[in-house]
């Protein structure tokens, strides 16, 4: 891994605990405290050597109980100051566990930081990185506000306004938090930073538009298990771009702390400006090509190329699309496209998601004819994510395969028109391979709207009369041919007597000339009427 572009600093192994204890991870540290360079975690991969890193912090993924010992020692000889291991059992579990692990760090000369197993490692890697950003800027309690990167920026807050500070952007992910020692978090803070993003409760969707209409700093009272908080909006003018939190345990902050945190939201502003900046410029030129593409650029394969998506075919595109939301806004859309895409472009390498007119696409490669079940599995695991955390209800549908970046654009329409054929109280995701005949007549619908003289005369004629005298002979024609021509199955079909279906069957003979024991006169019929029901065709 390539490591942060940060100068070497005077930290050690017990600066790190101290910053990982208080963003609310338990971190047992076991061993020497040894000067620790602040770099990427390095991930021990058993079958290559261990490359040197003097000072550097070593994830011991995989470690067998009896493979401890040995690790620590070719840690230590090429200049780890720890290794990072996970617990497997409870510290009542394994009582000698410990006591084993700090003779054999004390031994190696390097120190060990046990965390819970429960954290994945890759969580773990992300976590550590703040960490180390946190440790290499803080240093001690700054108290200027004005330099330094958003960690250090909630460090200078936390000490000013006197309770842990988290600093959040749009989407409610927390981009930094506090690291002062001594000031107590409860569950909610825990659960945010560890996952980096806010957890989904039944308030907060009253407490963020409280602090968001407010034009300065709001408490809020504690409840249950959670501490009160103080809360201001981050703005640059009246546009939002985040917000600060900061944890008040007695609801007893300093009468001086909202003036305090509301000057502070003024500089938070500016590094988020700048931080979104190089992110959305990049953002908005990947979301521009990604539109060509999903729209039959005649420069696609030149634009894919451009942007290096990494995209490779087979392609198809899996669209999302929002069930109307009464008072649903723009932020919610942009909280809805970024949840999409987190859940999408993680899940499968190769995936981008843009969105368009209420309608996020996700475009994927790779997808075999073995994928489609994976991609079911991941498109209901983003629609029970939007329900959990957002409160939207979802529709998905997964459009055709194709095999070129030209005919994207054919799998998103395909998408469209599966989203279009959706039962609204059946099944919340479809596939176009399942819908194939259907939407063969849409494409077919959209080709005879342009040709008219196509339709069959009588069709059209049929069609027209419903529409203008209320009657329904184009229905009853349709359902009988779907029903094989078979009579006593229609008649049930449409809740009429038999003997009605037969009047009805004479009087379209007679009255458009049509003749049901013609065979190419029926197909051409059949297709017009088939259209016109499924497509909602106008007919002048």
């Not at 101290?18 to 405290?33: F, I, Q, W």
């Not at 998408?415 to 819908?435: C, I, M, Q, T, Y």
Request: charged content about 20%; hydrophobic content about 45%; overall charge negative.
């Amino acid at each position: 891994m390539e490591p942060i572009d940060r100068a070497p600093a005077a930290r050690s192994v017990r600066d790190l605990t101290a910053v990982l204890n208080s963003s609310g991870l338990a971190v047992d540290h076991l061993g020497p405290d040894r000067p620790l360079t602040l770099v990427s975690p390095v991930i021990l991969d058993p079958l290559e050597s261990l490359q040197a890193a003097p000072g550097g912090l070593l994830l011991g993924v995989g470690v067998p109980e009896d493979g401890v010992a040995s690790t620590l020692r070719i840690a230590a000889d090429a200049g780890y100051a720890a290794v990072v291991l996970k617990r497997t059992a409870s510290p009542a579990a394994e009582p000698g566990r410990a006591r084993r692990l700090s003779a054999a760090a004390a031994s190696a000369g390097v120190a060990v930081l046990v965390v819970e197993g429960e954290l994945s490692w890759r969580q773990l890697d992300t976590l550590l990185e703040s960490a180390l950003g946190a440790v290499a800027e803080a240093g001690g309690a700054p108290t200027a506000l004005g330099a330094g990167d958003l960690f250090a920026l909630a460090n200078a807050i936390a000490a000013m306004v006197g309770g842990a500070t988290t600093i959040e952007n749009l989407q409610e992910e927390v981009l930094a938090y506090s690291t002062l020692p001594d000031q107590p978090i409860d569950l909610d803070r825990q659960q945010g930073i560890l996952g980096r993003q806010v957890p989904h409760l039944p308030e907060n969707a009253a407490q963020y538009a409280a602090v968001f209409r407010a034009r300065g700093a709001v408490r809020i009272p504690g409840s249950g298990d959670a501490m009160g908080r103080m809360a201001v909006a981050v703005r640059a003018g009246n546009e939002p771009l985040g917000s600060v939190w900061v944890v008040d345990p007695g609801d007893d902050l300093p009468d001086d702390a909202a003036a305090a945190l509301e000057r502070a939201a003024d500089i938070a502003a500016l590094h988020l400006l700048r931080a979104r900046s190089g992110r959305d410029l990049a953002r908005l030129r990947r979301s521009e090509g990604l539109r060509r593409l999903i729209h039959g650029d005649d420069d696609a394969p030149l634009v894919a190329r451009h942007l290096n998506l990494g995209l490779r075919p087979p392609f198809a595109v899996l669209a999302f699309e929002p069930d109307p939301t009464p008072g649903a806004d723009a932020v919610t859309l942009t909280r809805l496209t970024d949840l999409v895409s987190t859940l999408t472009e993680s899940q499968r390498r190769g995936t981008w998601c843009v969105e368009e007119d209420g309608v996020i696409y996700a475009v994927l490669g790779e997808v075999g004819a073995k994928e489609q079940p994976a991609l079911r599995v991941l498109a209901r695991r983003v629609m029970d994510r939007a329900s959990g955390a957002l409160g939207v209800t979802l529709r998905a549908a997964l459009g055709a395969v194709v095999t070129s970046v030209t005919a994207i654009a054919t799998s998103r329409r395909s998408a469209d028109h599966a989203l279009l054929l959706l039962d609204p109280e059946g099944e919340r995701f479809v596939s176009a391979s399942d819908l194939h005949s259907r939407l063969a007549l849409l494409e077919l619908g959209a080709f005879l709207q342009t040709k008219e003289q196509l339709f069959s005369p009588a069709a059209l004629d049929m069609v027209r009369h419903d529409d203008d005298h209320g009657s329904e002979y184009s229905r009853t024609v349709l359902a009988y041919l779907e029903s094989g021509r078979d009579s006593a199955t229609t008649a049930a079909a449409l809740s009429l007597h038999q003997n009605t279906l037969r009047y009805r069957l004479k009087r379209v003979q007679e009255l458009f000339g049509v003749d049901l024991r013609h065979a190419d006169d029926v197909l051409l019929l059949w297709i017009s009427l088939r259209v016109v029901h499924l497509t909602g065709t106008p007919v002048d």
